[in-house]
Nanobody
């Protein structure tokens, strides 16, 4: 198993930036693909972005060009740089591994004037 702890959420104005970080309890080089999901109030949890062991990335259309996912194997962290934030990006953001299947506790991101 692996424990995941997210950090970096907060309140930001539209157009602003935040950087989320996910710290894993063990080496992420063995974990394969890692991902970020989000869940807005009253909505289902949705995929945001993921990054493979080799660095390949995927993004949901609504964040393409604004968000960047990266992994630091030396620090066992996966990061999500979020730029040009919009009110519709407001959600709890979760870090996830697929193998083993594990979720973090989430970090709140609120985009509001």
């Amino acid at each position: 198993q692996v424990q995941l702890v997210e950090s970096g959420g907060g309140l930001v104005q539209p157009g602003g930036s935040l950087r989320l970080s996910c710290a894993a309890s063990r080496s992420i080089s063995s974990l394969g693909t890692m991902a970020w999901y989000r869940q807005a109030p009253g909505k289902q949890r949705e995929f945001v972005a993921d990054i493979g062991r080799g660095g390949g990335t995927r993004y949901t259309d609504s964040v393409e060009g604004r968000f960047t996912i990266s992994r630091d194997n030396a620090k066992n962290t996966v990061n999500l740089q979020m730029n040009s934030l919009k009110p519709e990006d407001t959600a709890v953001y979760y870090c996830k591994t697929y193998l083993p299947n594990s979720w973090g506790q989430g970090t709140q991101v609120t985009v509001s004037p």
